[in-house]
């Protein structure tokens, strides 16, 4: 969990790269629970930046979290929630993006945005996002009264769970094939490796979210940390580590934080 010195590291960060910085993008399956998570949302706000809170809504049922969702509304954060199939048994879930439809979120002319986001049940490609999203707006405003703004569809990435999972299954090869074969140059135009950094737990730096989890740090051997660096501009132009995992992000209509990038 990350220590309240990389987190004010960060900080500093952001102070130094204010100009050429737009969002802090905060994410680890339910950042919420995180000690520094607020003090991160209230000075990154502070400094005039964009909050991306990456949650699973569940967490806003958890004892202890009952303010959780007003928070992130008074400090306009913009909330991106995996909901991976609108069923009864993400009910759960469900409730949580309701909370948020209670705090404004996801609601005409509040500036609360909600968005979802959508993973391929098995071994495909996602489908384009301008189809799905109206069946999508459509099942949970009818049927679980929860709103959003627009639907992420982003392909599973051949790493940890999903990689074991294929490897079990025996289809990891033609799952690797099926992303090569769909490579698509425009897609990489857009890739969060290009414009983002990934900072891990204990202050490491990343090309993404993916390189964090498969522990790929930086190329460059004297920015491994936000310890290393005075400023993000030190960054800007360094090679991007890579792997076989990236054709995931550059496959379709590809894959990036803000959902296709193409």
């Known amino acids: 969990m990350m220590s309240r010195q990389v987190a004010e590291r960060c900080v500093q960060l952001m102070e130094a790269s204010a100009s050429s910085l737009s969002t ?20 990154a706000r502070r400094l005039g930046l964009q909050v991306i809170d990456r949650c699973n809504l569940t967490v806003l ?51 609360l945005h ?51 999972q294929l490897v ?20 990489a135009e857009g890739l969060m490796c290009r414009d983002t950094i990934s900072v891990g737990w204990d202050g490491r730096l990343y090309d993404c979210d993916f390189n964090q989890q498969l522990e790929l740090g930086l190329p460059h051997p004297q920015h491994r940390t936000v310890f ?9 132009g360094g090679r991007i580590a890579l792997g076989s995992h990236c054709f995931g992000c550059t496959a379709g209509a590809g894959s990036g934080c803000q959902g296709a990038t193409s």
């Open 24 to 43: 802090v993008d905060i994410t680890g399956g339910a950042p919420e629970l995180m000690p520094q998570f607020r003090y991160l949302v209230q000075e």
């Open 61 to 111: 049922l958890e004892p202890g979290q009952e303010d959780t969702a007003q928070f992130l509304a008074d400090h306009q954060v913009r909330v991106v929630a995996s909901l991976p199939c609108y069923s009864a048994e993400n009910v759960n879930t469900q409730r949580g993006g309701g909370m948020l439809n209670a705090a404004g979120y996801g609601q005409p002319g509040s500036g």
């Open 228 to 236: 290393d660096i005075d400023s993000l501009a030190e960054l800007t």
């Open 114 to 164: 909600l968005d979802l986001v959508y993973n391929p049940g098995g071994a495909f490609l996602a489908p384009p996002q301008s189809k799905l999203e109206p069946a999508y707006k459509q099942e949970l405003a009818e049927h679980y009264r929860v709103t959003f703004n627009s639907l992420l569809c982003l392909n599973n990435m051949p790493i940890k769970r999903w990689a074991d």
């Open 168 to 187: 079990k299954e025996g289809k990891l090869e033609e799952y690797m094939r099926l992303l090569v074969d769909a490579f698509n140059p425009a897609a």
